[in-house]
């Protein structure tokens, strides 16, 4: 089974203030993703890398960015926080193409911006 | 943008019975998944699907790309299969990229 972890797994961020969202996995996987989950929206995807060095935009980049300096980790970043960014926070792995693929997620973190 | 409507929103279902959740998406796609959400947890795959039908256990799910509709169909429900059940098209091949539905709760009574 694909382990997917991430950290921390809540946390309290002030407006202005800088927030970095962490995720491992263990999978040799190329692909990594992250998404928010909010109510009414349900998951939107953030930002995505194809592997080591490469971020991609998502649907809503706006206000986050990513990095991936490795296989094995991908970072979320929030340079100024702002209170609509509290959400619940996801990262998924997983390679593209064949029939079986599919993405296994991280338990995701609870982000408050007060 | 793309767009993924699921219905019912919710669902409510007595042990042993079936259910039947639907889902429709505005755009091509080459790949439907299912995933299963229990309430404040993490997302689990259920079923990869990029056209026809695929069976696991007591789920079985249609994928009927060009009429741009799937489904998924629980039989004999359980009370652990509640929560909230989430279908993802993937827009293009071999991106990985999934356009989310918001769900469909699912509450399987004794």
């Known amino acids: 089974e694909a382990a997917v972890t991430q950290s921390p797994r809540n946390k309290v961020a002030v407006t202005g203030g800088k927030v970095t969202l962490s995720c491992n996995q263990t999978?040799?996987?190329?692909?990594m993703y992250w998404y928010r989950q909010d109510t009414g929206h349900g998951l939107r995807l953030i930002h995505y890398?194809?592997?080591?060095?490469?971020?991609e935009k998502g649907d809503i980049p706006d206000g986050y960015k990513a990095s991936r300096p490795s296989q094995e980790n991908f970072s979320l970043i929030l340079e100024l926080a702002t209170p609509s960014q509290t959400s619940v926070y996801f990262c998924a792995s997983g390679d593209a193409g064949g029939a079986g693929d599919t993405q296994y997620f991280g338990p995701g973190t609870r982000l408050l911006v007060l | 943008g793309q767009q993924v409507q699921q219905s019912p929103a919710s669902l409510v279902l007595q042990e042993g019975e079936n259910a039947e959740l639907q889902c429709n998406f505005s755009?091509?796609?080459?790949?439907l998944q299912w995933f299963y959400q229990r309430p404040g947890g993490s997302l689990v795959s259920l079923l990869s699907?990029?056209?026809g039908t695929k069976h696991t256990g007591r789920l079985t799910s249609t994928t009927v790309t060009k009429e741009r509709r799937g489904s998924l169909h629980i039989s004999s429900s359980q009370i652990t299969d509640s929560g909230t059940y989430l279908c993802a098209m993937e827009p293009g091949a071999n991106t990985g990229k999934l356009t989310f539905g918001h769900g469909t709760i699912l509450r399987v009574h004794p």
């Open positions: 755009s091509t796609a080459t790949r």
């Open positions: 999978n040799n996987h190329n692909n």
């Open positions: 890398s194809y592997g080591a060095g490469s971020t």
């Open positions: 699907n990029p056209s």
